[in-house]
């Protein structure tokens, strides 16, 4: 029974009722940590990461890796919603702060709230870059970089993998109301 309200309660998430969103949801089934309201930290070990999260998330957010760019779908979108991490369901960027940087990778230049994102220094590959994490799961998201539009001039440079995306309900009701 607690499986199926969750099943359904993903279910209510989806804008669209497409197969890829479905199969989206799918993807959550194994990891019980998702969750939009819960904002309660969350430490797993490695082995429990990696149980419950599909392969190329555990890549990015577990060991820090990076996606090809100019492959993820939210690269270019200019859908109104809100950003949220893939692997734990903590809000973290707004899509008015977001804005094509033509680096390969979607950037927003201003987390949704200072505590949803936090940062560490990374000196690996041979440079000096901010790393930035989910203020939640400690997940890797990607960098941050001081050559973003203002207000901020900061551009987050973040996988796409890591991301989950909703639509505004309200932009979508307007939509709707046009048509
Ligand atoms: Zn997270």
């Known amino acids: 029974m607690i499986l199926l309200l969750s099943v359904f309660q993903h279910c209510s998430y989806s804008q669209s009722p497409g197969a890829k969103k479905i199969s989206m949801d799918n993807s959550k089934k194994d990891n019980k940590v998702y969750s939009r309201t819960d904002s309660a930290k969350i430490a797993l070990t490695e082995d429990e990461w ?3 999260l599909p392969q190329e998330v555990y890549y990015i957010s577990r060991q ?3 996606e090809r760019p100019w492959t993820s779908k ?7 919603g809100t950003y949220y991490c893939e692997v734990c369901g903590n809000a973290l960027f707004k899509s008015d702060t977001k804005f094509e940087s033509g680096c390969g990778w979607p950037s927003f230049y201003e987390p949704i709230t200072k505590g949803s994102i936090i940062y560490a220094p990374d000196n690996a590959s041979g440079m000096s870059r901010t790393e930035v994490m989910c203020g939640r799961c400690k997940g890797h998201l990607g960098h941050v970089f001081e050559d973003g539009p203002p207000p901020t001039g900061l551009r987050y440079c973040i996988n796409g993998v890591v991301l989950d995306f909703e639509k505004a309900k309200e932009a979508e009701k307007k939509y709707n109301e046009k048509l």
Do not use: A, L
């Open 64 to 66: 820090k890796g990076t």
């Open 50 to 52: 990696k149980k419950i």
């Open 74 to 80: 939210y690269e270019t979108s200019k859908e109104i």
